[in-house]
């Protein structure tokens, strides 16, 4: 069965009887982690060849 079958995810999981919670502090006791200065570079040079119909404004830090 396609995902299209499907017309919501209520209806997915009445029949799958799948329970579907929603918890807003799902990653509450994980700790920021340190980036890396490749890892920044990389994403520097990379995002903006991911989205290039979306400008870079001067306040925005990738």
Same mark, same amino acid.
């Given at each position: 069965?396609?995902?299209?079958?499907?017309?919501?995810?209520?209806?997915?999981? *009445?029949?799958? =009887? &799948?329970?579907?919670? $929603?918890?807003? *502090?799902?990653?509450?006791?994980?700790?920021?982690? $340190? &980036?890396?200065?490749?890892? @920044? @570079?990389?994403?520097?040079?990379?995002?903006?060849?991911?989205?290039?119909?979306?400008?870079?404004?001067? *306040? @925005? =830090?990738?």
């Amino acid at each position: 069965m396609s995902y299209s079958s499907f017309k919501s995810i209520g209806e997915i999981c *009445d029949r799958f =009887n &799948v329970t579907l919670e $929603e918890s807003s *502090d799902l990653f509450s006791t994980i700790s920021p982690a $340190e &980036v890396s200065p490749l890892f @920044q @570079q990389l994403l520097e040079r990379n995002i903006p060849l991911a989205m290039p119909s979306i400008p870079k404004r001067p *306040d @925005q =830090n990738y």
